[in-house]
């Protein structure tokens, strides 16, 4: 049974302190322009800011007003489908080998990665110019230790 909501959608609030924002930046952005007053200039840019901080509310209305069916939702969210009898056995089944693969081939990866590897040891003297420390990295230079 799906909830059905009024005019403004589910995030009324949201809406309604929208508006409020505008109104209120607006005001002030007006009266800063209109209004014969020394700090004019700081009621402009406090209206603007204002103005500007309502589009936070008017993302979160126009998000929170977004309708996604559940069939939708089942890949992003984990929700089971409601597969019957083979159909939902071999997606299981498929499923659960797919995850163990991955986890063997990470674990497999990880291991051969540190057999390949080889240390490196730098030497460094307080000669040596860093080309000769880079070099010997490589192993294309060796530094006399």
């Known amino acids: 049974m799906e909830?059905?909501?009024?005019?403004?959608?589910?995030?009324?609030w949201a809406f309604w302190l929208a508006v409020v924002f505008d109104s209120l930046g607006l005001l002030?952005?007006?009266?800063?322009?209109?209004?014969?007053?020394?700090?004019?200039d700081f009621l402009i840019y406090a209206?603007?800011?204002?103005?500007?901080?309502?589009?936070?509310?008017?993302v979160f209305w126009y998000t929170g007003n977004i309708e996604v069916?559940?069939?939708?939702l089942e890949d992003d969210v984990g929700l089971l489908k409601k597969d019957k009898g083979l159909t939902g056995?071999?997606?299981?089944?498929?499923?659960?080998?797919r995850s163990s693969l991955r986890r063997n081939h990470s674990n497999a990866g990880a291991a051969?990665?540190?057999r390949n590897r080889a240390p490196v040891t730098l030497a460094m003297n307080t000669d040596e110019n860093l080309s000769t420390v880079c070099d010997s990295v490589d192993g294309s230079?060796?530094?006399?230790v």
């Open 47 to 58: 209206g603007a800011i204002v103005i500007f901080l309502s589009l936070i509310w008017w």
């Open 69 to 72: 069916p559940p069939e939708q």
């Open 141 to 144: 230079h060796t530094a006399a």
């Open 28 to 40: 002030v952005l007006l009266l800063g322009v209109f209004a014969d007053l020394f700090f004019y």
């Open 89 to 97: 056995v071999l997606r299981r089944f498929s499923s659960r080998i």
């Open 112 to 114: 051969r990665g540190k």
């Open 3 to 12: 909830e059905v909501y009024g005019g403004l959608g589910r995030c009324s």
